[in-house]
C-alpha cells in the first residue's frame, strides 16, 4: 500500500513539473548505517513517503518547497527503515513554512521549514545536523553526500531503506554553461553537485534531502532533469542554504512562521 501511494504520489509531482525532476531518489548509492545520518527525515502525506528532510533543531526540519504540493502532513524521525514507523514516538505532525518569494522550482527560493506539533525526542536515533553560520562557497570537486528514500535508477522501485551516495561539487560556472544549453539560466542561490559527469546523484521524486559537505547541511535537492536519472545530462541542482540563514534564523528565533 505505502509502495503504491509513493508511485501515485510520484507521478502526480512528475506531471505537474514538465521537464524538471525533483528528489533525493540516490542513484549507485548505499544503505545508511542506522547509527550515522540520524537528522533525516521522511516527509510524509497522509502515511506515504513524498519527500526528504532534515532536523535542524527540536522543533523544525528543513525540505524543499515544492514538495508543499503534495499536502505534507507528517514527518517521522529516527528510523532508517520507512517500514519500520512507530507513529506514537516518531510520528510529528507538521506545519509548513514555505520561503515567501517561492512560486515554482525554476524560480529557484527551493526551501522549506516544517514546524514540528511537538518537540523532536533527540537521544541515539535523532539528532539536528548544524548548518552552515554565515554564507559559505563550497570548493569546487568538495566531495558531499546527499541521501534520500526512493527509485534508485531510472523507472526503478521505491526502497524502504535509506541510501546515501557520494557527490562532487560542480563549478558553478560550469553548471550553469550545461543547463543554458537546456532551459536557460538556472535561478539564483543554488549550488550543483553530483549527475553530470558521475554515475550518482539522485532523480525525480522525493526531494528536500540534504546536501552534507563537512558535517553541515549546505543544501536541499531541488531538481535534475527527469528523462535521464542513471547518467544525468547535466549537474544536480540545490537549494543553497546559506543564502537563506536571515530567514531560518528568524523562523527559529520567533519559534513559527
Given at each position: 500500500m505505502m509502495?503504491?501511494?509513493h508511485r501515485s504520489l510520484l507521478l502526480h509531482l512528475l506531471m505537474y513539473l514538465g521537464p524538471y525532476a525533483l528528489g533525493s531518489e540516490i542513484i549507485n548509492g548505499r544503505k545508511v548505517p542506522e547509527n550515522l545520518?540520524?537528522?533525516m527525515a521522511s516527509v510524509q502525506s497522509n502515511g506515504g513517503h513524498v519527500c526528504g528532510g532534515f532536523l535542524i533543531?527540536?522543533?523544525f526540519v528543513v525540505t524543499a518547497a515544492h514538495c508543499e504540493r503534495l499536502n505534507p502532513t507528517s514527518v517521522v524521525l529516527g528510523t532508517h527503515n520507512l517500514q519500520k514507523v512507530d507513529n506514537n514516538t516518531m510520528r510529528y505532525r507538521v506545519k509548513t513554512c514555505k520561503f515567501p518569494s517561492y512560486v515554482n522550482v525554476g524560480k529557484g527560493d527551493d526551501i522549506m521549514l516544517l514546524k514540528l506539533s511537538r518537540k523532536a525526542r533527540l537521544?541515539?536515533?535523532?539528532q539536528p545536523i548544524p548548518l552552515p553560520n554565515t554564507e559559505i562557497t563550497v570548493k569546487d570537486q568538495s566531495k558531499c553526500r546527499v541521501a534520500g528514500w526512493g527509485l534508485t535508477r531510472t523507472g526503478g522501485k521505491v526502497v524502504d531503506g535509506l541510501e546515501e551516495v557520494v557527490v562532487p561539487i560542480v563549478n558553478l560556472e560550469d553548471c550553469k554553461k550545461k543547463w543554458g544549453h537546456i532551459r536557460g539560466?538556472?535561478?539564483a542561490n543554488v549550488i550543483c553537485a553530483g549527475g553530470y559527469g558521475t554515475d550518482k546523484g539522485f532523480c525525480q521524486g522525493d526531494s528536500g534531502g540534504p546536501l552534507v559537505c563537512s558535517g553541515k547541511a549546505v543544501g536541499v535537492v531541488s531538481f535534475n532533469m527527469r528523462k535521464n536519472c542513471d547518467y544525468p545530462n547535466v549537474p544536480n541542482v540545490y537549494?543553497?542554504?546559506s543564502?537563506?540563514?536571515p530567514w531560518i534564523k528568524k523562523i527559529l528565533k520567533q519559534n513559527n512562521c
Open positions: 509502495h503504491a501511494l545520518m540520524l537528522y533543531n527540536e522543533h537521544g541515539k536515533k535523532v539560466n538556472l535561478p537549494t543553497n542554504i543564502k537563506y540563514l
